[in-house]
């Protein structure tokens, strides 16, 4: 497999990478933003001194020079980016991640319990959370047939 387009510009990915004591970012929901040869990499990132860093982590065959592959840059979940060269990253963990909005509707219930659900859904792991309360007054209205 070609190293270079096994990241499609516009999706999520999660994935380690092999200098993790020295890239330390969170690569989980990563968003590749581009593909880039070194040449434009190195406008962006000064890839000479990060490849001088992370060059005795890699495994073994990766060229010893920062110019000799490809990189990615990554918009992370923090907003920030990062570029990374193609051989940095373990391909054997890359996974596509699918971000998806979860709606829950909840009826029958009254505003004064938004407190006890957003305590809930807390308590288990759901933090990127917002919720709305509405009225819902089609149970009121009663159709007149004619």
Wanted: proline share 3%.
């Amino acid at each position: 497999m070609d190293k270079t387009t096994i990241f499609e510009v516009g999706k999520a990915y999660s994935f380690s990478v092999y200098p993790s004591t020295i890239i330390t970012n969170d690569f989980d929901y990563a968003v590749c933003d581009g593909v880039f040869t070194a040449d434009i990499a190195s406008t962006q990132s000064d890839i000479r001194a990060m490849h001088a860093q992370v060059f005795p982590y890699l495994p073994a065959g990766t060229p010893d020079d920062a110019h000799m592959y490809h990189y990615a840059r990554f918009l992370l979940t923090d907003g920030s980016t990062r570029i990374l060269g193609i051989p940095w990253i373990n391909i054997d963990t890359v996974k596509i991640s699918k971000i998806q909005k979860i709606l829950v509707e909840i009826r029958g219930q009254t505003a004064d319990k938004i407190n006890e659900i957003r305590s809930v859904l807390l308590e288990n792991g759901f933090t990127d959370i917002s919720m709305t309360v509405i009225t819902d007054t089609s149970t009121f209205i009663k159709t007149r047939d004619d």
